[in-house]
């Protein structure tokens, strides 16, 4: 018996160390290499070599079930998605090279420049390199009329490299997802924007409401064990325990 | 040495639900949260436990398959478990799950209690946080299907959805997945198994039986209902034997210890976590 109170102890305070130990651990950032991309670093090479141009665009014959609002109008006005919303900005999206007159572009690598882009998870994660989908030179501007990228063609142009079978609706998926947190989202991509406060509500709501619950419980029992120590009573399990080395 | 009198809590369907669940939400943990946090060494080194990303990947789909399989499977042993002929009273009774008015009186007794103001609510068979365990799954697994499976297949997604609408279910996948990993990591190991009075571990799920004793303090109304119905005696069982009780200690620990790992891990990388 007192062999386990030790132990359950013992168990207790390297529970609660380790605990201490994961607050005040020093955070991870510096462990990381100081790389834009740690995985595209070695893909470098394939840059300039247009290997991944020589894909055949196979489009399967399926009719579209879904339609996309930029690519084909429609009759009602609002829809949850609307990248042009934040077009306007994109001063040279209709350029056939987007980088024309930019200096120093060819010294430099596309995620010095392009940030966000580069750290998107969709680029990162599948281990995509930025040509594979925007292209050798020159980079044509999205909205330029014969842009590969043009929401006209993505599809078939673009995803369908690698996804056969795309479709303008597949086309649609947002490969650069705004930040859904970020107030300007709620323009460009409402549903996002929303999901995300619901999401984001749902969870703070749950957990705070839950561990300040289970925080009160263990606080009230501690506070019942502790009294119900300082004067022993006579229905204890097992009287002769006292003198415990407390 | 004179074993307490135990009873029966649950069923040999309901505690293999238990282990199923549990088996698959870690898988599903450590390979969705390998890939979340990919960007970190920390990411990778969990990922290529199962060949890469692309390995971890396919364990991730399929053992959600298999989730979505174990969840219908469920549906239909709890619809076959209500007795239809008397539905009102089997639905709404208190052996059953449903939430009832009395479990949010229960809850204002019990943050009454916190203060000191109030005695203990006397609990029946379920308490509304055990309630609570068992619907957040509930509806968490589904809201899970219904993102994750147009994920697995976006091409033919995008055929009854717009494109767009993955971007939403990404997110959605994540945030749900998240809170899912934090409630039972924190919540559920604490209250199930930390909790003064549970500590070393809260057998029930793994023996399927309660100590009588224990229970009558922790759900006094439970116990009083089946003494007045005479079915007491009727519930009574021997306790789980030793090679047993070895066995799922060990699995139980393993998986609170898996648990506290990935949570601990997702402390520290928490600014590694793409929200959007």
Not at chain 1, 209 to 224: A, D, K, P, Q, S
Not at chain 2, 190 to 217: D, Q, Y
Request: charged share 20%.
């Amino acid at each position: 018996m007192d062999l386990r109170r030790l132990l359950r102890k013992a168990v207790l305070q390297a529970a609660l160390g380790l605990l201490g130990a994961m607050v005040l651990w020093p955070p991870a950032v510096p462990a990381q290499e100081e790389v834009t991309s740690s995985i595209r670093r070695y893909k470098q090479r394939e840059l300039s070599t247009g290997y991944y141009e020589e894909y055949e665009v196979k489009p399967r014959r399926q009719r579209p079930r879904v339609r996309a609002p930029e690519v084909i109008r429609q009759f009602t006005p609002v829809t949850p998605y609307r990248p042009g919303a934040a077009m306007g900005a994109g001063v040279r999206s209709r350029l056939e090279d987007s980088h024309a007159g930019i200096q120093f572009y060819e010294q430099r690598r596309c995620e010095e420049c392009h940030v966000t882009e580069a750290t998107h998870s969709r680029t990162v994660r599948g281990n995509l390199t930025c040509r594979q989908c925007h292209g050798g030179e020159p980079i044509a501007g999205i909205n330029y009329y014969y842009s590969p990228m043009n929401p006209i063609r993505r599809h078939a142009y673009v995803c369908a490299k690698c996804h056969e079978g795309a479709s303008v609706s597949f086309a649609t998926y947002l490969v650069h997802e705004p930040k859904a947190g970020d107030p300007a989202t709620r323009k460009t991509f409402a549903s996002l924007y929303y999901a995300n406060w619901f999401m984001y509500l749902l969870i703070v709501g749950t957990l705070g409401f839950f561990i300040l619950h289970t925080l009160f419980w263990m606080g009230r029992e501690t506070y019942h064990a502790i009294r119900e120590k300082r004067k022993p009573e006579p229905r204890e399990e097992a009287p002769p325990q006292e003198p415990q080395n407390e | 040495m004179n074993d307490p009198v135990r009873i029966v809590r649950f069923s040999i369907f309901d505690r293999l639900f238990h282990v199923f669940i549990m088996v698959t939400f870690l898988i599903q943990a450590v390979t969705g949260m390998g890939r979340l946090l990919y960007t970190t060494a920390w990411g990778k080194g969990v990922v290529n436990l199962f060949g890469g990303y692309d390995g971890a990947t396919a364990v991730h789909n399929t053992v959600g398959i298999l989730m979505l399989i174990g969840f219908v499977i469920h549906i239909v042993y709890v619809l076959a478990k209500v007795e239809w002929k008397s539905w009102r009273r089997s639905l709404f009774d208190a052996d059953s799950l449903l939430p009832r008015r009395r479990d949010v009186v229960h809850l204002g007794q019990k943050i009454r209690w916190f203060f000191g103001l109030g005695p203990p609510p006397a609990f029946d068979r379920w308490t509304y946080w055990e309630k609570f365990d068992y619907w957040a799954v509930f509806w968490g697994l589904p809201l899970l299907a219904v993102t994750g499976l147009p994920l697995m297949f976006p091409l033919a997604a995008s055929r009854i959805m717009p494109g767009w609408v993955l971007n939403v279910f990404v997110l959605l996948h994540r945030a749900e997945a998240l809170l899912a990993m934090l409630y039972i990591f924190i919540i559920h190991f604490t209250i199930g198994h930390f909790r003064r009075g549970m500590f070393p571990m809260n057998e029930c799920m793994f023996a399927g039986s309660v100590e009588l004793e224990k229970e009558r303090k922790e759900k006094p109304l439970w116990i009083a209902r089946l003494q007045e119905e005479g079915r007491l005696e009727e519930v009574m069982v021997a306790g789980p034997p030793r090679w047993y009780r070895v066995i799922y200690f060990v699995f139980g620990y393993s998986a609170v210890v898996v648990g506290l790992y990935l949570l601990l891990n997702l402390l520290i990388y928490r600014s590694y976590i793409e929200w959007h």
